[in-house]
């Protein structure tokens, strides 16, 4: 028995509040309807897909529901979500004898799932997934504010989609919908007299309609943060400036180096290097190239933060911690954190900065130089 989906994205998404249809919103840089194609397209007892988009978009089809494998037919929608279901129905394949119906706001829905959901079809004719209620449900009728009852919630079950019927079943059930209004095709088919069985849903198939929802479901695509380690130090003599984040602290010593010797920026940006699996300082701005010949460690900050952004990636925090025997830096860290914020792009309250000595141990302890560490916490850059 051929299996065909028709995923319903032709409606406005109101209730997330915002003038782009819901459908539309993207989770880490692919839009929440060619998520829910790519899992069908994924699922191997597929033969057809039809996506039903509101008839303005339907021209841009391409770009929104992506390229799928699968034969993939785009058609205009309708006013009701039943009326957009009939037009899907219209679009299926003769051919296909098992319709599974799935919400495009659901990007989730795993191919688990739509197996379970295809086999029961094939053998039950209508059938629905869905999860046990686990609060306490109360009727309140409406207009009003007092509980008529407590309904057992042994017997309450939340539906979900992909729901799945035998194509006599869903279309007794689509031309009841003509005349009669329903939430869903299964709700039809109970009214076309045919039984619907249940099937386990699965809690992760979650339907994003507010807000929340959907940064909920932005932060569970995102990729873990990362953490980088940096280091750096260099030798202090004398005609030098001593500088940190640009900030020249007075000092008859200075570091030395083939740019400036600012071991915070230095340390820093081995860190984002380091998080991001993209090599150190010397593999992006070795010392055998003039360009960064006196280069200020704030520009090679900056532009180890753009080569992070190119690659998905954003500061998420920073923490540095210099060790130096002699000036006290105490009263230049404020200036040195307001420094490296913005190049960060972070608040100042996400720049950390702490000054150490080192007890008159080895070279940095004899005031002989000037050492760095830092540690960076990365994490993707919001993909709207």
């Known amino acids: ?13 109101e209730r997330l509040g915002g003038r ?9 840089g692919r839009t929440i309807v060619e998520r829910s194609v790519a899992a069908f397209d994924a699922a191997p007892d597929i033969e057809h897909i039809v996506v039903v988009l509101p008839e303005a978009l339907v021209a ?14 785009s058609v205009a929608g309708g006013a009701r979500r039943q009326d957009s279901v009939r037009c899907g129905l219209a679009a299926m394949p003769a051919g296909v004898d098992v319709v599974l119906i799935h919400d495009a706001a659901r990007p989730f829905v795993s ?11 094939r053998e039950s004719g209508a059938v629905v997934p869905a999860v046990r209620a686990r609060d306490t449900v109360k009727r309140v009728p409406m207009g009003t504010s007092t509980v008529a009852e407590t309904v057992p919630r042994d017997e309450i079950w939340l539906a979900q989609t992909p729901q799945g019927f035998t194509r006599r079943v869903l279309d007794e059930a689509v031309a009841l919908g003509e005349t009669v209004d329903a939430t869903d095709e299964a709700a039809l088919a109970e009214r076309s007299g045919h039984p619907v069985r249940v099937v386990e849903g699965d809690e992760a198939n979650v339907k994003i309609t ?18 980088g380690t940096g280091y750096d130090l260099h ?23 083939h740019s400036d010797g600012d071991v915070v920026c230095h340390a820093l940006v081995d860190a ?27 520009d090679l900050l900056a532009r180890a933060v753009a080569i992070l952004a190119d690659g998905g990636w954003q500061v998420a925090n920073a923490d540095v911690t210099v060790v130096l025997e002699r000036p006290k830096l105490g009263p230049h860290i404020p200036a040195i954190r307001a420094a490296l914020a913005p190049v960060l792009g972070l608040t100042v309250d996400a720049v950390s900065v702490k000054a150490k000595t080192n007890e008159g141990v080895d070279a940095v302890g004899r005031g002989e130089a000037v ?14």
């Open 371 to 384: 050492a760095a560490h830092a540690v960076v916490v990365l994490r993707r850059a919001v993909r709207a």
């Open 111 to 121: 191919g688990a799932l739509i197996a379970r959901v295809i086999a029961a079809a």
């Open 235 to 257: 030798r202090l003599v004398e005609g030098r400036p001593l500088v940190f984040a640009g900030i020249v602290v007075p000092f008859e010593r200075g570091p030395i180096g």
């Open 60 to 73: 841009d089809a391409v770009s929104i529901v992506g390229r799928p494998a699968r034969p993939c037919t």
């Open 20 to 28: 782009v249809p819901k459908q539309l919103l993207a989770i880490d």
């Open 1 to 13: 028995m051929p299996v065909g989906v028709i995923i319903v994205a032709a409606g406005r998404g």
């Open 272 to 298: 984002i290097f380091g998080a991001a699996g993209a090599g150190d300082i010397g593999q992006h701005f070795p010392n055998t190239d003039e360009r960064w010949q006196g280069a200020p460690g704030l």
């Open 210 to 227: 507010t807000a929340a929802d959907l940064a909920d479901a932005r932060a569970r695509v995102a990729p873990a943060p990362r953490v």
